[in-house]
């Protein structure tokens, strides 16, 4: 099919997600037909950088042999089979090596196919642990969690109970379980001071709500150092780690939403590992396969799973699988990345790539309209803003952008008028300095 038929056949039969469909249907976006390392090439032959790591999962690349033999390789002995009641090799293989490489503690895996439903997989265990722990005297009561400000771990119903973004939030309430909600401590490289006084303040506020509702809560839900949906907002210095103290101090379960932040984006593998934090959960996607196959998997203590053992018929078990639970191909996809990541240094690469986009963007943030740029690791967000406040929705400022950088051969995406910039983790550092410049003009063609 040519590129015209294939973008009427688009606009007839696709739904895309998060995606204003009026307005797409008459922007003539790409229909990307194949990838070449860290590029994709559109039915029109066109090619284009790409910039926010297909939807922040790519790691190495797009058509990288090891990780494409490994997945071959797996084909040739079996695509799928059942994690219930049964085992594969790969799902083994990753699971031991999940907990190797995971914060100390983490020593059981729980497999599902999407960030979301490993989320979903964490609240229901934190529910469940607590009504079945034999120590627990008030564990039936423990239905409640603790969120944050900004925060966003997915699209399913519980997902979106303990998320805040109104636009993904509201036109579902009524659907929704009710959460305890506080605010999080920005980050402030222009003034420690003030940002260790949002700190003390923090946790004050937060020590003040697990004491009120003690009896109450199972799991502070966070995302590590940045909430990246929010438009990548960053987080002080230290807010992790007090997180980790009042959670030990109140008898709560922490749970570390990793989707976003894992896999070297912060700098370290894991973005926990910053401020030396082990939480109760721990919850991997979107990088875990390199960015090839959906996988998602909910790290645990043995301290929760032991609390689901018990005789079959006692109802102990955790009553929670997915079809492609621990699928053998997504698994060897895993193993193949993380094995990548170490043997290519992908993390050094990542200390490389965080310098490059701190230098290219200086003169940027001097924009009048670059309200400001947030930074962690190779996680950016510059958000725009007129000289008399926020751009009107109906501007779609942060949009248009993103139009212009795709005209100029490179895919970001905006959040509002927030444009991401997610490099893959082993990107040449030359393609970083590419994508830095090219939204910089991007900005300036748009933005008067």
Same mark, same amino acid.
């Given at each position: 099919?040519?590129?015209?038929? /294939?973008?009427?056949?688009?606009?007839?039969?696709? #739904?895309?997600?998060?995606?204003?469909? &009026?307005?797409?249907?008459?922007? !003539?976006?790409?229909?990307?037909?194949?990838?070449?390392?860290?590029?994709?090439?559109?039915?029109?032959?066109?090619?284009?950088?790409?910039?926010?790591? *297909?939807?922040?999962?790519?790691?190495?690349?797009?058509?990288? @042999?090891?990780?494409?033999?490994?997945?071959?390789?797996? /084909?040739?002995?079996?695509?799928?089979?059942?994690?219930?009641?049964?085992?594969?090799? =790969? &799902?083994?293989?990753?699971?031991?090596?999940?907990?190797?490489?995971?914060?100390?503690?983490?020593?059981?895996?729980?497999?599902?196919?999407?960030?979301?439903?490993?989320?979903?997989?964490?609240?229901?265990?934190?529910?469940?642990?607590?009504?079945?722990?034999? &120590?627990?005297?008030?564990?039936?009561?423990?239905?409640?969690?603790?969120?944050?400000?900004?925060?966003?771990?997915?699209?399913?119903?519980?997902?979106?109970?303990?998320?805040?973004?109104?636009?993904?939030?509201? @036109?579902?309430?009524?659907?929704?379980? =009710?959460?305890? #909600?506080?605010?999080?401590?920005?980050? *402030? /490289?222009?003034?420690?001071?003030?940002?260790?006084?949002?700190?003390?303040? #923090? *946790?004050?506020?937060?020590?003040?709500?697990?004491?009120?509702?003690?009896?109450?809560?199972?799991?502070?839900?966070?995302? =590590?150092?940045?909430?990246?949906?929010?438009?990548?907002?960053?987080?002080?210095?230290?807010?992790?780690?007090?997180?980790?103290?009042?959670?030990?101090?109140?008898?709560?379960?922490?749970?570390?939403?990793?989707?976003?932040?894992?896999?070297?984006?912060?700098?370290?593998?894991?973005?926990?590992?910053?401020?030396?934090? !082990?939480?109760?959960?721990?919850?991997?996607?979107?990088?875990?396969?390199?960015?090839?196959?959906?996988?998602?998997?909910?790290?645990?203590?043995?301290?929760?799973?032991?609390?689901?053992?018990?005789?079959?018929?006692?109802?102990?078990?955790?009553?929670?699988?997915?079809?492609?639970?621990?699928?053998?191909?997504?698994?060897?996809?895993?193993?193949?990345?993380?094995?990548?990541?170490?043997?290519?240094?992908?993390?050094?690469?990542?200390?490389?790539?965080?310098?490059?986009?701190?230098?290219?963007?200086?003169?940027?943030?001097?924009?009048?309209?670059?309200?400001?740029?947030?930074?962690?690791?190779?996680?950016?967000?510059?958000?725009?803003?007129?000289?008399?406040?926020?751009?009107?929705?109906?501007?779609?400022?942060?949009?248009?952008?993103?139009?212009?950088?795709?005209?100029?051969?490179?895919?970001?995406?905006?959040?509002?008028?927030?444009?991401?910039?997610? @490099?893959?983790?082993?990107?040449?550092?030359?393609?970083?300095?590419?994508?830095?410049?090219?939204?910089?003009?991007?900005?300036?063609?748009?933005?008067?």
């Amino acid at each position: 099919m040519d590129a015209k038929r /294939l973008r009427e056949l688009d606009n007839q039969t696709v #739904w895309h997600p998060f995606t204003a469909m &009026s307005a797409y249907r008459d922007e !003539s976006a790409p229909v990307i037909v194949e990838a070449s390392g860290f590029h994709l090439f559109d039915a029109e032959g066109r090619r284009y950088l790409d910039g926010h790591s *297909s939807l922040w999962c790519n790691i190495h690349g797009h058509r990288v @042999p090891a990780i494409d033999n490994a997945i071959r390789d797996q /084909l040739d002995r079996v695509a799928h089979t059942t994690l219930l009641g049964l085992s594969n090799v =790969p &799902s083994i293989e990753l699971a031991a090596e999940l907990v190797r490489l995971a914060p100390a503690g983490l020593n059981k895996v729980f497999y599902s196919d999407c960030g979301a439903a490993g989320v979903e997989v964490a609240l229901k265990i934190a529910y469940q642990y607590y009504r079945q722990r034999q &120590s627990s005297s008030d564990a039936v009561a423990r239905n409640m969690f603790v969120c944050f400000d900004g925060a966003y771990h997915g699209d399913t119903i519980g997902t979106m109970s303990i998320g805040s973004i109104a636009r993904f939030r509201n @036109p579902y309430s009524p659907l929704l379980f =009710p959460a305890v #909600w506080t605010s999080v401590p920005s980050a *402030s /490289l222009a003034d420690p001071i003030l940002e260790q006084q949002q700190l003390d303040l #923090w *946790s004050q506020e937060l020590e003040r709500l697990l004491e009120l509702h003690r009896d109450a809560i199972a799991g502070v839900v966070i995302e =590590p150092l940045v909430q990246a949906a929010a438009g990548i907002r960053t987080q002080a210095a230290g807010f992790l780690h007090r997180v980790r103290e009042l959670t030990r101090r109140f008898d709560v379960l922490m749970i570390a939403d990793e989707i976003a932040v894992g896999f070297g984006r912060t700098g370290t593998l894991f973005a926990c590992e910053r401020e030396s934090v !082990s939480p109760d959960l721990m919850i991997l996607s979107k990088g875990l396969t390199g960015g090839y196959m959906p996988l998602a998997a909910t790290l645990v203590t043995d301290e929760i799973y032991d609390a689901f053992l018990g005789d079959p018929w006692a109802g102990r078990t955790f009553y929670h699988g997915h079809t492609y639970t621990g699928n053998p191909l997504a698994c060897a996809a895993a193993l193949a990345s993380l094995n990548l990541i170490e043997c290519n240094r992908v993390l050094e690469n990542v200390q490389l790539l965080e310098a490059t986009l701190r230098n290219e963007l200086a003169a940027l943030d001097r924009h009048p309209n670059v309200k400001t740029i947030r930074q962690q690791g190779i996680m950016v967000g510059i958000e725009l803003e007129s000289e008399s406040g926020p751009y009107p929705p109906e501007s779609r400022c942060g949009h248009r952008v993103t139009l212009a950088c795709r005209q100029r051969g490179v895919i970001v995406r905006n959040i509002g008028d927030v444009i991401v910039l997610m @490099p893959a983790p082993a990107m040449p550092q030359e393609l970083v300095i590419e994508l830095c410049q090219t939204v910089g003009m991007a900005i300036a063609d748009t933005v008067p």
